[in-house]
């Protein structure tokens, strides 16, 4: 996926992304950081087409995704949003199940290949037992993983996740992003937006920095993820220290009195 000169805006807003451009490596996991109302979640819809560009474009293989048919695009690129709504009562399967929409006919049934892909996918989050289950009786992280189990099911080449891994326990979010680093290390281009900087660190191939609506920074985590931009970009004093060649930040102390 590659960016250029992308433009945001709301309405009649000043624009929450400006003149930004991203080269999103191929096959690789991309971890897009930033502080609340950076504009994470804004250049994410800009990427998938939930929000239309006041100018620059989105290439996906090369193309403009505007120029995409629907369905298409929905076959290339799978998002998962920020906060999305479950449908009243629905199961988990059949929540995951929707992920397959993009593949069938008009009317089309599941296939055996559709059934091998949701199951596939219900085991990948760990959720196998609880497919029956309706989703607004799952606890918030089993949720989440619900939803994951929805967008890898999709089968896309592209996948945009937008918080994957808030709500989850330490444990789960590192089951999240393994499974979410299995899929780039098969191949697929992952954009990830994560708040756990650590954890980002650990797993990102390319690491995004964004602050105000523009890249503050990007590059390998270990070059990035310095004390001088945590202090820049988040307004944050940490230390950070290196283990096994990626950074772990430490946030100072901060006692009040
Ligand atoms: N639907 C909307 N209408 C108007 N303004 C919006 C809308 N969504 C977001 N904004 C504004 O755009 C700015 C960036 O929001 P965005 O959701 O992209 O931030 P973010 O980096 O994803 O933050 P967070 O870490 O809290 O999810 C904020 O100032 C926000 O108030
Ligand atoms: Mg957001």
């Given at each position: ?119 596939e996918a219900l085991a990948a989050v760990e959720l196998t037992e609880l497919r029956e289950r309706p989703v607004d009786q799952l606890s918030g992280g089993q949720r989440q ?113």
């Open positions: 996926m590659h960016v250029e000169n992308l433009t945001l805006a709301y309405g009649a807003d000043a624009p929450v992304v400006s003149g930004l451009t991203l080269e999103v490596p191929a096959g690789r996991l991309t971890a897009v950081v930033g502080p609340n109302g950076s504009g994470k979640s804004t250049l994410l819809r800009g990427m998938s087409r939930l929000l239309t560009p006041q100018s620059g474009q989105v290439l996906l293989d090369g193309t403009d995704i505007h120029k995409l048919p629907a369905r298409e695009l929905a076959r290339k690129l799978g998002v998962l949003p920020q906060g999305p709504v479950t449908p009243e009562g629905i199961t988990a399967a059949e929540l995951v199940s929707r992920g397959r929409h993009p593949h069938r006919g008009l009317f089309g049934r599941l296939t055996a290949e559709d059934d091998a892909v949701i199951d993983r619900v939803w994951i189990a929805m967008v890898l099911a999709q089968g896309t080449q592209h996948l945009l996740l937008d918080e994957p891994t808030t709500y989850l326990d330490l444990a789960h979010a590192v089951d999240v992003m393994n499974v979410v680093h299995a899929a780039a290390a098969t191949g697929r281009t992952v954009v990830a937006v994560l708040h756990d900087l650590t954890l980002a660190a650990q797993y990102a191939d390319h690491l995004v920095v964004m602050g105000e609506g523009r890249i503050a920074a990007e590059g390998r985590p270990v070059d990035v993820l310095t004390e001088e931009l945590l202090d820049d970009v988040f307004g944050l004093q940490a230390t950070v220290v290196e283990v096994s060649g990626a950074p772990v930040v430490v946030p100072d102390r901060r006692l009040a009195g």
